[in-house]
């Protein structure tokens, strides 16, 4: 995250089998903002009762008057503990639960040719999101390393991409450009960073492919859910790792070459081994997360990767906000609002000064630049808002957890092209509506530097949903780490910016199909429960549910997302207007 508030924390260095410890400057007390804990294997199902508030009344039919069951046992998230030769192994402490990581940075980059040790060729297959930022941050960091390993490009024959990738110093004449399965059966890491649909349509081809005793080396866990949903799992002889930038390839690019100015610069990532052929897969994946430019790497599991990754998409991170904004200017502007203010009040205002506050000194810091009257809004916006908001990111994270979100992906997928007699139905664009309309206008006469207005009723909205994406996480046994990462820091320090440079398209647009498919489905979910159920509450006056509050106040993830603030640089990222990163396509339509 970028500069944080001071944070005063404890730090010992210590060896790889040894630690250093993170501390929070305060330790919250611990609450229950509860429903029932999923304290077994089977997750079992959250219940909300609803309750009159404090006052005796309620709003009727709303979910805005449920108070969640108080209960003690709160299951913790899982000790992701690793070993490394090679890094420094740490240890932070994030309300109240040991976790470990590895940090980042330039000077580490020399160590690559150890983390790496038996690998002479990396094959980055597919030109999408993350492929093109990937591959390029690795080649240099190599370069940087002075290591002659080389980084490969596999392509599919005929693809626009290849043009592409000639472009940024990739060739068929230098060894570093070829076919697809050219690349995979020479390389001995291979980074398969295709569209989770074609990976669903093609992995069997992969691994038919690779070499024994080589890495499979993921970007998503959605590989793995797809092959249990029938089933299956992994060849057993080639090792399967993980590296997860928490941010879009763009951002990934972008904050690594800012990086070449400020040491350390880039996007977290978490890691993962799910399984180790020959014992190099952790410091494998390490070395591929350093060279990315992760400012720190934390563990995790390919499975838990998934869940919460494919869950925060369709969440804060791009379907809940869309929904979000949308439902707020149709409400500002049939209240009376003018369109260009109501664009401020709600777009602006989410992707400029909230996340911008949200990512320097945290979500309470919303709260408390706020004088008593705005408060008052704020108040009733989260009160209204919470649980409408977990109502629908419980359920989207059950369709991702039981493998029916997975499935809709890859039946999305398999839509895009002509079959069966039907035609195909490829994504299409979500900009061309009167809101987006006016966010052009208001983007073309924007003074540069212009974070938008602190709108009390937006943020209240707003962070009701972050703090209710956090509380559905850490319930279903999420590592702090994990939680922040996905549920704040992707969303104000990756995906906002690009929203607030270029409008939502683009933020949406330049992320993965999985991506872009589950905002599509699940906007309009929360669009919806948002209109019918907490503005209705609102507009009736419903009582402020103070308890809500008051736990928001009190949650000790705010002290946990300060630590995760200390871990990275002071840098924010950079999006200029004609960045040569965005994707060609997306250039002059982004809006």
């Given at each position: ?237 080639i090792s399967v790792i993980a590296v997860c930038p928490k941010g879009m390839g763009p951002s990934v690019r972008r904050l690594y070459v800012q990086g070449k100015e400020i040491n350390g610069a880039g996007i977290n990532a978490s890691f993962g081994v799910h399984q180790d052929a020959d014992g190099r897969a952790t410091d494998v994946a390490l070395g591929w997360s350093v060279a990315l430019g992760s400012p720190f790497t934390f563990a995790t599991t390919l499975e838990q990767e ?286």
């Amino acid at each position: 995250m970028a500069a944080a508030a001071p944070t005063s924390f404890s730090a010992t260095t210590a060896a790889t089998t040894s630690s250093k410890t993170l501390t929070p400057p305060t330790k919250s007390p611990s609450i229950s903002l509860g429903f029932l804990s999923s304290s077994s294997p089977s997750l079992k199902p959250l219940r909300a009762t609803a309750a009159a508030s404090r006052t005796g009344s309620r709003a009727s039919g709303s979910a805005s008057a449920a108070r969640m069951v108080s209960v003690q046992t709160v299951r913790p998230p899982a000790s992701q503990d690793f070993e490394t030769s090679v890094f420094t192994k740490e240890k932070i402490n994030l309300a109240g639960y040991d976790e470990y990581i590895v940090r980042g940075g330039r000077h580490l980059f020399k160590l690559l040719p150890d983390a790496f040790k038996g690998i002479k060729q990396i094959g980055v297959i597919g030109w999408g999101s993350q492929g093109p930022a990937q591959a390029q941050n690795l080649r240099d960091s190599l370069a940087e390393a002075n290591s002659d390993i080389v980084v490969k490009i596999g392509l599919r024959k005929g693809s626009s991409s290849f043009a592409e990738a000639r472009a940024v110093g990739f060739t068929e004449e230098n060894g570093t450009l070829g076919d697809i399965y050219d690349t995979i059966s020479n390389s001995d890491l291979v980074l398969l960073l295709i569209s989770d649909s074609a990976q669903a349509d093609n992995y069997e081809k992969v691994f038919s492919h690779m070499k024994p005793n080589s890495i499979l080396g993921l970007s998503h866990g959605f590989l793995l859910g797809h092959l249990q949903s029938m089933g299956l799992d992994f060849p057993k002889n080639i090792s399967v790792i993980a590296v997860c930038p928490k941010g879009m390839g763009p951002s990934v690019r972008r904050l690594y070459v800012q990086g070449k100015e400020i040491n350390g610069a880039g996007i977290n990532a978490s890691f993962g081994v799910h399984q180790d052929a020959d014992g190099r897969a952790t410091d494998v994946a390490l070395g591929w997360s350093v060279a990315l430019g992760s400012p720190f790497t934390f563990a995790t599991t390919l499975e838990q990767e998934y869940k919460s990754d494919i869950f925060g998409e369709r969440g804060i991170l791009l379907g809940a906000v869309h929904g979000i904004v949308e439902s707020l200017f149709r409400r500002y502007t049939e209240n009376g609002m003018a369109e260009d203010l109501a664009y401020k009040n709600t777009v602006e205002s989410i992707t400029g000064i909230i996340s911008k506050t949200i990512s320097t000194k945290g979500m309470l810091a919303v709260y408390n630049a706020l004088n008593e009257d705005e408060k008052k809004d704020f108040e009733a916006a989260y009160s209204a808002s919470y649980y409408p908001c977990m109502d629908i990111l419980y359920e989207c994270y059950e369709d991702v957890a039981s493998g029916s979100e997975i499935r809709s992906v890859v039946l999305a997928g398999r839509r895009f092209y002509d079959k069966e007699g039907l035609p195909s139905f490829p994504m299409g664009k979500i900009d061309q509506t009167r809101m987006w309309r006016v966010g052009e206008r208001v983007r073309a006469t924007r003074p540069a530097g212009d974070l938008g207005p602190l709108y009390p009723f937006t943020a209240g909205v707003f962070v009701a949903l972050m703090m209710a994406q956090i509380e559905i996480l850490r319930k279903k046994g999420h590592s702090y780490s994990e939680i922040i990462n996905e549920s704040v820091i992707e969303s104000v320090d990756s995906l906002n910016p690009f929203m607030h440079a270029r409008g939502v398209s683009f933020m949406v647009d330049n992320c993965s199909t999985t991506a872009r498919l589950g905002s599509r489905k699940w906007a309009p979910r929360f669009d919806y429960i948002l209109t019918q159920q907490a503005l209705v509450a609102v507009d009736n006056n419903a009582p402020i549910n103070r308890d809500l509050i008051s736990n928001f106040l009190s949650d000790p993830v705010h002290g946990a997302i300060e630590v995760c603030a200390e871990l990275r640089p002071t840098v924010d990222i950079s999006v200029p207007a004609d960045a040569d990163f965005v994707r060609p396509e997306l250039r002059q339509s982004a809006n």
